[in-house]
């Protein structure tokens, strides 16, 4: 038999923030799990604290079939909480939710911050580098983040300042409905070199957001050229469209040539970095040459060859690969090791490349394959014939669910 599981919002943590229903149902449960700090705020009958979370997430089947379970987590357990970990983990379990009120509704209300065409993001333990941070913020009237002593307004301040944000507006509250509550605003260049408090939250007002207009692509004049090879336009077009990149993403170019990929990815991806991995001496000359051509500060050229480079480089979004020097094999396998879901794309001419791919991806996420051959037209005398170049299949696929 599974006894009840109850999940309960605890607000800020102290007894006023929490809702009568929510103390109600909880007397009622055998055992009620929470941080130590809840504990103590909250003055919880039959709490127990949780000490390590992974070791409780595994035991909660084992509780409820001894006895019925409360758990108290901070502010909403809607919100970047342990409401969605426990149904993805355990999706036969179910559970009563109580809400509470979040330290976000906490902030929103101590400044008078509205929060319907708000964005939210929670920077505890994700990837949400400098980029992401302001791309975010350039489109939302106030975007409000969930941080960390690692990551908060502090190197929220700093991206906005690097991505041209710095007027930008910032709240910041911290240890919200203790006594040692404190509570800051001002100007996005004002916040300084400050300590991140460890109970924070922050928003960010942006009085001019805007939607980004992506540019369009480029035809294959536009490149400074020498010997190296270089995918063609129409070829990139296809290339491009199934990397489906996104303004902020982290994109890796291996086996960069010429760069026509890489400043494509570039110019798509304005709050993204870019990493073009290149090893051929005359490929990394004109690959510099390009990335001066278009003014891209956030297009990096790392030489040398892919599987010696790429754990140098921050975890990918998105990860091309047009050139392998016979590593093809051995840079999927570490691609793939990644802890995070990437888009990988794959561009193959020979027979043997694509012979060594499929068996490869087969079993990755949504894996398409597209042969696409490009004529063009070539002038014979007084007449005109479409003239094929060679075949390119290309490969995309996810590297997980």
Same mark, same amino acid.
């Given at each position: 038999?599974?006894?009840? /599981? ?10 006023? @923030? $929490? ?7 909880? +007397? ?53 909480? /342990? ?6 983990? @355990? ?15 906490? /902030? ?18 994700? +990837? ?6 302001? @791309? ?41 409905? %203790?006594? +040692? ?52 336009? !129409? ?7 199934? $990397? ?23 110019? $798509?991806?304005? %709050? ?57 094999? !051995? ?51 007084? %007449? ?10 290309? @490969?995309?696929? +996810?590297?997980?669910?």
């Amino acid at each position: 038999m599974q006894h009840k /599981l109850v999940m309960v919002g605890g607000g800020g943590g102290t007894e006023e @923030y $929490m809702l009568p229903i929510a103390r109600k149902v909880l +007397e009622k449960m055998d055992c009620v799990y929470a941080s130590k700090r809840l504990l103590l705020g909250l003055h919880v009958k039959n709490g127990r604290p949780i000490h390590n979370l992974s070791v409780f997430l595994e035991k909660i089947p084992q509780h409820l079939e001894k006895e019925s379970v409360g758990i108290i987590v901070s502010g909403d357990p809607l919100l970047y909480s /342990l409401y969605r970990t426990i149904t993805i983990r @355990y999706p036969s379990i179910s559970i009563d939710v109580i809400p509470g009120v979040g330290s976000l509704q906490l /902030l929103a209300a101590a400044f008078g911050l509205t929060m319907e065409e708000s964005k939210i993001c929670s920077m505890h333990g994700r +990837e949400f580098h400098a980029g992401k941070i302001a @791309y975010t913020v350039s489109r939302y009237p106030v975007t409000f983040f969930f941080c960390s002593k690692v990551h908060g307004p502090r190197e929220i301040a700093k991206a906005l300042i690097q991505y041209g944000l710095g007027e930008t507006m910032l709240y910041v509250g911290a240890d919200l409905t %203790y006594p +040692e509550q404190k509570l800051w605003h001002g100007n996005i260049k004002s916040y300084g070199e400050r300590e991140n408090p460890a109970l924070c939250v922050a928003a960010v007002k942006n009085p001019e957001p805007r939607e980004l207009v992506l540019p369009a692509l480029l035809p294959d004049s536009a490149f400074i050229r020498n010997a190296s090879p270089m995918t063609k336009e !129409e070829i990139r077009a296809v290339i491009l469209s199934k $990397m489906r990149l996104h303004p902020g993403d982290v994109v890796w170019d291996l086996g960069a040539g010429t760069g026509s990929i890489s400043v494509e990815c570039a110019r $798509m991806c304005p %709050y993204g970095q870019v990493y073009a991995v290149e090893y051929k001496a005359a490929a990394l000359e004109v690959l510099k040459k390009n990335r001066a051509l278009f003014s891209l500060e956030h297009l990096h050229i790392v030489a040398g060859k892919a599987e010696e480079k790429m754990g140098t480089l921050p975890v990918a979004d998105c990860v091309f690969i047009g050139g392998s020097g016979g590593a093809l094999a !051995e840079i999927i396998a570490y691609i793939c090791s990644l802890p995070k879901k990437i888009r990988l794309v794959i561009s193959a001419v020979t027979l043997e490349t694509q012979s060594l791919l499929l068996p490869l991806l087969t079993e990755k996420t949504n894996l398409e394959v597209v042969q696409i051959a490009v004529s063009s037209v070539k002038s014979v005398g007084n %007449y005109h014939m479409l003239e094929g170049n060679h075949p390119i299949t290309i @490969y995309s696929c +996810e590297t997980r669910a």
